[in-house]
């Protein structure tokens, strides 16, 4: 098999910093993940962040981010396709999703959240779609 990461593109960046109580704060974010298929040799990945007040839980601002990458994929079959894109084209656009939050909100002046190392590819696996 053959693949190309064509782009990676930040599709979704809202941050709001509404004043929020003082205290302590739990983060409790939600990933998602979502594939299309562009061409037969072409597929997007879009894999999201999102943090907000939920529950008991409140968060000290609201974000969602949401970012895409294109891979070109070559000499596969549709069962390699698959594997691909929902392991490996995670494991490689997550450092992006990661670098892309902490960087911006260290940019704001704002304590950034930093996303552990983790295995990404679990982390997205209850989104699969």
Do not use: W
């Amino acid at each position: 098999m053959k693949y190309l990461l064509k782009s990676v593109e930040t599709k979704k960046f809202v941050f709001n910093n509404e004043r929020r109580e003082q205290g302590e704060y739990k983060l409790s974010p939600k990933f998602g993940k979502k594939i299309d298929e562009i061409s037969d040799k072409e597929f997007m990945l879009s894999l999201s962040f999102s943090l907000h007040n939920h529950d008991d839980i409140i968060a000290p601002f609201d974000i969602d981010l949401t970012i895409s990458g294109s891979f070109i994929l070559d000499e596969c079959n549709i069962d390699e396709q698959n594997d691909f894109m929902n392991m490996n084209a995670v494991a490689i656009l997550f450092p992006y999703l990661r670098s892309i939050l902490s960087t911006t909100l260290s940019s704001m002046m704002i304590q950034p959240i930093i996303l552990p190392i983790v295995d990404a590819v679990q982390l997205f696996s209850s989104n699969d779609k």
